[in-house]
């Protein structure tokens, strides 16, 4: 199995600021990462796919990079409305899995 | 509009049975895989199982492998998951999640409410 892990585990930021998350795969999975928003109490939200590709209606703060084991995703300029907890999730082989969450609070 | 609407969940015995479903309406149902994934109370993200649109295929999580099945009637839209010999671990919210598709690239493109299992005695 792919293991992925998130770093950091939380995060205290403020409004305005830029923040990245860092999702590491045990094995190469190119660029079959995905990345989610989940707020307390809600159903997750597909942000991002094929690691650098916005789903609709995102807003173009967020952005993804990287490939192969060490993918990113970074918030610029962080809104009120972003404070959550950000998954990545592999597609590249079942089973899939996600790494372990990052909270991102507010400062 | 894309809607996913499970149903199901409730409290049961270790050791017991219980089967969810998910309700599909907004799109073409059987042309879509489906995934269930899990979140237990204040944890992670944990995909348990796939399924393919035409239900041929299907893929498991170690952890309930030949417990749990996943099945769909493309008929009435509708995806189900049946676990049987649950255990406390099982405790968890499941979502059913609809798979989108890229080329060979594949995401969960829309997920439902989620269905509150618990398991106690």
């Known amino acids: 199995d792919i293991q992925m892990t998130q770093s950091p585990f939380s995060l205290s930021a403020s409004v305005g600021d830029r923040v990245t998350i860092t999702c590491r795969a045990s094995?190469?999975?190119?660029?079959?990462l995905n990345w989610y928003q989940q707020k307390p109490g809600k159903a997750p939200k597909l942000l991002m796919f094929a690691a650098f590709t916005l789903q609709s209606g995102v807003p173009s703060r967020f952005s993804g990079s990287g490939s192969g084991t060490q993918l990113t995703l970074t918030i610029d300029s962080l809104q009120p409305e972003d404070f959550a907890t950000y998954y990545c999730?592999?597609?590249?082989?079942?089973?899939?899995?996600f790494g372990q969450g990052t909270k991102l609070e507010i400062k | 509009e894309v809607q996913l609407l499970e149903s199901g969940g409730g409290l049961v015995q270790p050791g017991g049975s219980l089967r969810l479903s998910c309700a599909a309406s907004?799109?073409?149902?059987?042309?879509?895989?489906m995934s269930w994934v899990r979140q237990a109370p204040g944890k992670g993200l944990e995909w348990v199982t796939y399924i393919s649109g035409s239900g041929d295929t299907t893929y498991f999580a170690d952890s309930v492998r030949g417990r749990f099945n996943i099945s769909r009637d493309n008929s009435k839209n509708t995806l189900y998951l049946l676990m049987n010999n649950l255990r406390v671990e099982d405790t968890a919210v499941y979502y059913c999640?609809?798979?989108?598709?890229?080329?060979?690239?594949?995401?969960?493109?829309?997920w439902g409410q989620g269905a509150l299992v618990a398991v106690s005695s």
């Open positions: 907004g799109f073409a149902f059987s042309n879509y895989g």
């Open positions: 094995q190469t999975i190119g660029v079959y």
């Open positions: 999640a609809k798979q989108d598709f890229r080329g060979y690239l594949n995401f969960f493109d829309y």
């Open positions: 999730q592999q597609s590249y082989s079942f089973p899939y899995t």
